[in-house]
């Protein structure tokens, strides 16, 4: 054997046609469409908190939040004898009431 074959090492070669990559190209595509519904279904579900959560989250006393209530401050949703409140409603209403300090000085 001739030395410049002594260390060279035999690879398989692999080839690629069109199809391949036309069959890996739609693979893909669906896989990233999976994810996107995936990702779409968990943006879609809205979140629902008791009282209690609103209260911790918010560091306000049951007072308060019947307050925000009453004056329509916060909305809800009752059901029987319990309250809930759309986590992203608080959210929003945190965000609409936030307090820029460079308008202050």
Same mark, same amino acid.
């Given at each position: 054997?001739?030395?410049f074959l002594?260390?060279?090492? @035999?690879?398989?070669?692999t $080839?690629? @046609? @069109?199809?391949? !990559?036309?069959?890996?190209? +739609?693979?893909?595509?669906?896989d $990233?469409r999976?994810i996107f519904n995936?990702?779409?279904?968990m /943006?879609m579900?809205?979140?629902? +908190?008791?009282?209690? %959560? /609103?209260?911790?989250? &918010?560091? $306000?006393?049951?007072?308060? !939040?019947q307050k925000?209530?009453?004056?329509?401050? &916060?909305a809800y949703?009752?059901?029987g004898? !319990?309250?809930?409140?759309?986590?992203? %409603? $608080?959210e929003k209403?945190l965000s609409?009431? +936030?307090?820029?300090?460079e308008?202050l000085?």
């Amino acid at each position: 054997m001739a030395p410049f074959l002594k260390n060279r090492s @035999t690879m398989a070669a692999t $080839i690629i @046609t @069109t199809e391949d !990559l036309k069959e890996f190209k +739609l693979e893909l595509l669906e896989d $990233i469409r999976e994810i996107f519904n995936e990702n779409r279904a968990m /943006v879609m579900k809205k979140e629902w +908190l008791k009282s209690t %959560q /609103v209260m911790d989250m &918010l560091n $306000i006393s049951p007072g308060t !939040l019947q307050k925000f209530r009453h004056n329509g401050t &916060l909305a809800y949703t009752k059901i029987g004898g !319990l309250i809930f409140y759309e986590a992203g %409603q $608080i959210e929003k209403m945190l965000s609409d009431n +936030l307090v820029n300090n460079e308008k202050l000085k």
